[in-house]
């Protein structure tokens, strides 16, 4: 099994799980430990990518930008990339981020809708950096429907394309399968970003590397939207295991996720039945916060309005319709009584 690219993405993903908080100081020590420790990737962003801060996805406190400019300012060896969504962020907010030095842009989409990359791949292009390609919410397009669209990025010059799992949808027979095909059809490289609501997030990472992925992403102490991500210190610890020498100092990632990560988080990590009931449903992961605020609001369960999100097929960028679940949800329960 060949050496993966990781990238750590504490400073996008993680962002939702603190509720978009990061400070430019908190990004310097976070990038300098990810850094010194040998991450070769680190990706910094509004959780939802470039010009995510918004009332639909979230204000952060600090510019995304200062925080991408402390985070260029600081890396001497690692990569620097940012999500970037068409529709959310535009070609302003990517060319600004190249001119404060990112070195790599991950241009996102739901994964039927890669036609609406090409201008941004050939900008990233133009401008000289790598290009990344996401497709979210894999699980819900079967292999064939995930090539196709994988290699109109590839003729829009994506160097690598992901397949995503961004609800945690996912199990291992359906990562083996996308990412096999993938492999088989592109002449690109093939990536892996996972989440842990079925506790599947390691499991899924590994089988993806096994099928060929030649880049995966983590979080450290699996700090990320929903039930987070595959913890990048426990990634580099089972690479460690399996002899596959990622040059990566484990130990740095250890004290990073323990004493500077850890106490940033409001709420433990962990697979309650929120996030259970996202994953099971297969509904964004990012809406989980926007969720409980609207169950809390309207006096009706989260894991309802997942459930009636999930056969909606809500999808990034339909967050309003949590709040008109959570009213018809209401208005059910009202009636009952």
């Not at 890396?75 to 990569?79: D, F, I």
């Not at 907010?93 to 990112?102: D, F, H, K, N, T």
């Not at 739901?110 to 036609?115: I, L, M, P, Q, S």
């Not at 709040?323 to 009202?334: G, H, P, R, T």
């Given at each position: 099994?060949?050496?993966?690219?990781?990238?750590?993405?504490?400073?996008?993903?993680?962002?939702?799980?603190?509720?978009?908080?990061?400070?430019?100081?908190?990004?310097?020590?976070?990038?300098?430990?990810?850094?010194?420790?040998?991450?070769?990737?680190?990706?910094?962003?509004?959780?939802?990518?470039?010009?995510?801060?918004?009332?639909?996805?979230?204000?952060?406190?600090?510019?995304?930008?200062?925080?991408?400019?402390?985070?260029?300012?600081t890396?001497?060896?690692?990569?620097i990339?940012?999500?970037?969504?068409?529709?959310?962020?535009?070609s302003?907010?990517?060319?600004?981020?190249?001119?404060?030095?990112?070195n790599?842009?991950?241009?996102?989409?739901?994964?039927?809708?890669?036609?609406?990359?090409?201008?941004?791949?050939?900008?990233?292009?133009?401008?000289?950096i790598?290009?990344?390609?996401?497709?979210?919410?894999?699980?819900?397009?079967?292999?064939?429907?995930?090539?196709?669209?994988?290699?109109?990025?590839?003729?829009?010059?994506a160097?690598?394309?992901?397949?995503?799992?961004?609800?945690?949808?996912?199990?291992?027979?359906?990562?083996?399968?996308?990412?096999?095909?993938?492999?088989?059809?592109?002449?690109?490289?093939?990536g892996?970003?996972?989440?842990?609501?079925?506790?599947?997030?390691?499991?899924?990472?590994?089988?993806?590397?096994?099928?060929?992925?030649?880049?995966?992403?983590?979080?450290?102490?699996?700090?990320?939207a929903?039930?987070?991500?595959?913890?990048?210190?426990?990634?580099?610890?089972?690479?460690?295991?399996?002899?596959?020498?990622?040059?990566?100092?484990l130990?740095?990632?250890?004290?990073?996720?323990?004493?500077?990560?850890?106490?940033?988080?409001?709420?433990?990590?962990?697979?309650?039945?929120?996030?259970?009931?996202?994953?099971?449903?297969?509904?964004?992961?990012?809406?989980?916060?926007?969720?409980?605020?609207?169950?809390?609001?309207?006096?009706?369960?989260?894991?309802?309005?997942?459930?009636?999100?999930?056969?909606?097929?809500?999808?990034?960028?339909?967050?309003?319709?949590i709040?008109?679940?959570?009213?018809?949800?209401?208005?059910?329960?009202?009636?009952k009584?």
């Open positions: 099994m060949k050496i993966p690219r990781l990238t750590d993405t504490t400073l996008r993903d993680g962002d939702h799980a603190i509720g978009h908080s990061y400070t430019p100081e908190m990004v310097r020590k976070i990038v300098s430990d990810l850094d010194h420790a040998g991450v070769p990737v680190i990706e910094v962003s509004h959780g939802s990518g470039l010009k995510g801060s918004c009332i639909q996805q979230g204000f952060s406190v600090h510019s995304e930008f200062d925080l991408i400019a402390a985070a260029v300012d890396a001497k060896q690692a990569k990339a940012s999500l970037f969504v068409p529709g959310i962020g535009t302003k907010e990517l060319r600004q981020a190249v001119e404060i030095g990112i790599m842009v991950r241009i996102a989409v739901h994964c039927t809708e890669a036609d609406v990359t090409e201008q941004y791949f050939k900008i990233a292009k133009e401008l000289g790598e290009a990344v390609g996401f497709l979210m919410m894999s699980h819900t397009q079967p292999a064939n429907v995930l090539v196709e669209q994988a290699k109109l990025m590839e003729s829009y010059g160097e690598c394309v992901y397949v995503v799992d961004s609800a945690g949808g996912l199990v291992q027979s359906g990562v083996r399968e996308r990412v096999s095909a993938l492999k088989e059809a592109l002449s690109i490289e093939v892996f970003h996972g989440h842990n609501n079925l506790g599947l997030a390691i499991g899924n990472t590994i089988t993806a590397l096994e099928s060929g992925a030649d880049q995966i992403d983590g979080t450290l102490r699996g700090l990320g929903g039930a987070g991500n595959a913890p990048t210190e426990v990634l580099v610890a089972i690479l460690n295991k399996m002899q596959i020498e990622t040059g990566i100092n130990s740095i990632l250890m004290d990073t996720a323990e004493e500077v990560i850890a106490p940033l988080t409001p709420n433990p990590i962990v697979i309650d039945r929120d996030n259970l009931s996202s994953g099971y449903a297969g509904v964004y992961n990012s809406f989980l916060l926007h969720v409980r605020h609207a169950a809390e609001k309207f006096g009706v369960k989260a894991s309802e309005i997942m459930e009636e999100l999930g056969k909606r097929q809500a999808i990034a960028g339909q967050e309003d319709w709040i008109d679940v959570a009213f018809q949800l209401a208005e059910k329960k009202k009636l009584v």
